[in-house]
């Protein structure tokens, strides 16, 4: 349970709360669940999300990314940036439930607050998206200092992140005529979100990462290419567009160019995005074309 504070504004509250917990991972991953049991410790509503966030946020901590710059393995800049934000509108929008004074100090925050209020699995895509867009696009000099394979990566989970959201909030997008399917696919509290997230098995537990993009590609399982190259890429500029709006985000759409993701990545190297041969992924293309 937290100790509610009436007389400091949320805001102040949630970077007060982040501040205390900045260089701690293990922290970090201890304040976002609790964020989860909302202002007093009771949110039975509100904990089946929790499995999502906490699952990716595992694997930040055994890659190390979130270790403290004077750790003797420091962690990125870019990934402590972006899930501090997630930290910090979470916490706000806890400290405005929980009866602290406003206004949201962010749309993002303003986000969180609505899923507090009402926890639907479209009201949390479009927090936790609105929080991970929004400091993508505000961290992208820290993305340009990662290397190679760190930024290619960030993009594929950007891209994904954004397809699960539209599997819930857009399903003819998505999913086209499956749609009836998407919402149960991209559903936070069932396993199956998971699916679509999964990168344990494909990058070692490590940071930063040492091979090419192109040699971790080689290593992604059958599976995650169907989904990337078979239903992500033909729809990319559809999602971007679609989740531009949706979060209130239109700097979305410098990060998608011609069928190639290129935040923090030249669009001179797309070919990275470029579907491999394979006799599966045109049957995918026919089965489930994009959307008109």
């Known amino acids: 349970m937290w100790i509610v504070m009436p007389e400091v504004t949320a805001a102040t509250w949630a970077e007060q709360q982040v501040a205390l917990v900045r260089d701690d991972p293990a922290g970090r991953l201890a304040l976002m669940e609790r964020c989860y049991s909302g202002p007093f410790g009771k949110a039975p509503h ?27 393995r420091p962690g990125s800049p870019w990934w402590r940036a972006v899930n501090e934000r997630i930290l910090r509108d979470g916490c706000e929008a806890v400290g405005l439930s929980g009866g602290m004074s406003g206004p949201s100090s962010s749309p993002t925050a303003a986000q969180w607050l609505s899923f507090a209020l009402r926890p639907t699995a479209p009201a949390w895509y479009r927090a936790h998206n609105g929080s991970v867009v929004a400091a993508y696009l505000k961290h992208r000099e820290l993305a340009e200092a990662e290397n ?21 909030a857009a399903p003819r997008i998505s999913l086209g005529w499956l749609r009836t399917l998407a919402p149960l696919l991209g559903d936070p509290r069932l396993g199956m979100t998971g699916i679509f997230l999964q990168l344990s098995r494909v990058l ?3 940071y930063p990462l040492n091979g090419s993009a192109r040699y ?19 729809r990319l500029r559809q999602l971007y567009e679609w989740s531009a709006d949706e979060l209130g985000a239109p700097g979305l759409l410098d990060c998608v160019r011609d069928g190639a993701l290129t935040y923090a990545w030249p669009f001179e190297d797309r ?22």
């Open 216 to 234: 971790y590609l080689g290593l992604e399982h059958g599976f995650a290419r169907l989904v990337d190259f078979g239903m992500i890429v033909p």
């Open 46 to 72: 509100h904990l089946p999300f929790r499995r999502a966030a906490m699952s990716f946020m595992r694997w930040q901590l055994r890659r190390g990314v979130l270790q403290p710059p004077f750790h003797r």
């Open 148 to 168: 190679e394979p760190e930024r290619f990566f960030m993009n594929v989970i950007l891209c994904r992140v954004l397809y699960t959201h539209a599997l819930v």
């Open 271 to 292: 070919e990275v995005w470029q579907p491999p041969r394979s006799r599966v992924l045109p049957v995918i293309h026919r089965i489930l074309p994009p959307a008109r």
């Open 204 to 206: 070692p537990d490590q």
